[in-house]
């Protein structure tokens, strides 16, 4: 039966009008809601409606779509976007089902579509015996078709998408974005951060290889950053932004950890430097009398980090199921969907930096081919192959029952 999908935000790039025209071709009927100038600039294929009213009117906006254009799925990227909560709780009302595209739980060949929410709104279970139970009917899954998606890509379709931001406080007056920040102040601080990443790296290279050669001796915990906007951060965590984070696992650090123990924090990849982390981790390190034994990187090879650390500390970054995947002790101090007994250690994190679990590899290999079955589709959001990809094999996911 044809189906009635109404499109909302996407990602800063074609990839939902790709997505769109091959729904249309199999006989689907496609609409689309513009909520910024950037939507517009990359669906172009028609059957929009724009918003411009206050976000007190969305949810009766969305009633009023849903009923004229008897829609039967909603199309998303990002459950925790303003433009987005209201669209979800009426779709679920109404028996409408939500499809909700997200970074991928398993990079880099994988991105997310799954039913209802993602990440902390997953309905995935929290029992580790279910995922062993329904591993036994499932494929076993690798890494995934490869494809190249070089940063620039991504960059320049950033750009395209933010050139027009200007125009949207007149043509889609009242839209509160996901976006905290003016996208020119983070473009230049981006570049900033460049010349810095690229300025220290000897120095990071060096902290990095005292430290693992020392590891046996003196063994060091690692712990990621995540960019501060991240909705895994603020919707689905404890903490309110990532420096609040910071001082958690620090303070803690202090107080709990062996005398003998190091903590490496890195930076995120793609933080565009708009905060000043390693002048933030120095004034707690002074504080707390851990000058000598915290450190901080902006570079650095993640699977390298991740052979020799002693164990992982993640809000509930990615980073975590790699970790896991790597054989290292890990915690998740927020919401994530690794975090199962058998995969990451559930205690408190003052008992974390004393403890010696291993995960489970059985259990994460049942838990990876599992998830990989039920929200992971193989392919990108940022390059035409990735998005070739993505778009081939995600049709037969939003047309199932």
């Not at 009766?60 to 829609?71: M, T, W």
């Not at 990532?242 to 890195?266: G, N, P, Q, Y």
């Not at 990989?372 to 392919?379: A, F, K, L, P, Y």
Request: a positive charge.
């Amino acid at each position: 039966m044809a189906q009635r999908f109404l499109f909302l935000q996407g990602v800063c790039s074609p990839f939902f009008s790709r997505l769109a025209l091959k729904l249309r071709s199999l006989g689907h009927g496609v609409q689309k809601i513009n909520f910024t100038v950037g939507d517009r600039w990359y669906w172009g294929i028609g059957d929009t409606t724009a918003f411009r009213g206050s976000m007190t009117t969305l949810s009766s906006f969305y009633e009023h779509q849903y009923d004229r254009l008897a829609i039967t799925d909603i199309v998303l990227f990002g459950d925790c976007r303003p433009v987005h909560k209201p669209a979800i709780v009426l779709a679920k009302e109404r028996g409408i089902r939500a499809h909700v595209f997200e970074e991928g739980y398993f990079r880099p060949y994988w991105i997310t579509l799954e039913r209802g929410g993602v990440n902390g709104n997953s309905e995935l279970p929290s029992d580790p015996a279910w995922y062993i139970d329904q591993a036994k009917v499932v494929p076993s899954y690798g890494n995934g078709n490869s494809f190249s998606a070089p940063f620039w890509k991504r960059a320049a379709y950033d750009v395209q998408y933010n050139f027009w931001a200007g125009l949207n406080p007149i043509l889609h007056r009242g839209v509160s974005s996901h976006v905290p920040h003016n996208p020119a102040i983070e473009y230049l601080s981006y570049i900033r951060r460049g010349v810095r990443i690229h300025r220290r790296a000897e120095k990071d290279k060096a902290i990095i290889d005292k430290l693992s050669k020392d590891a046996s001796l003196q063994p060091f915990y690692l712990f990621p950053l995540q960019l501060d906007t991240d909705a895994q951060v603020r919707h689905h965590s404890p903490f309110s932004n990532v420096a609040e984070a910071l001082r958690f696992a620090m303070e803690s650090f202090a107080l709990h950890s062996a005398s003998k123990s190091r903590l490496l924090i890195k930076a995120h990849p793609l933080d565009p430097g708009l905060i000043n982390y390693e002048k933030i981790i120095a004034v707690l390190a002074r504080g707390l009398d851990i000058s000598d034994r915290v450190f901080f990187v902006e570079s650095g090879s993640l699977p390298h980090l991740l052979n020799v650390t002693r164990g992982v500390v993640t809000i509930n970054s990615t980073v975590g199921s790699s970790a896991i995947l790597h054989g290292r002790n890990t915690i998740a101090l927020g919401k994530a969907i690794y975090n199962l007994p058998g995969l990451t250690y559930q205690g408190e994190l003052s008992d974390f930096w004393h403890s010696v679990d291993v995960p489970d590899k059985k259990l994460f290999s049942a838990f990876r081919n599992v998830v990989i079955h039920s929200t992971q589709v193989n392919g990108g959001f940022y390059s035409e192959e990735g998005m070739a990809l993505a778009v081939a094999h995600s049709i037969a996911r939003l047309a199932a029952p």
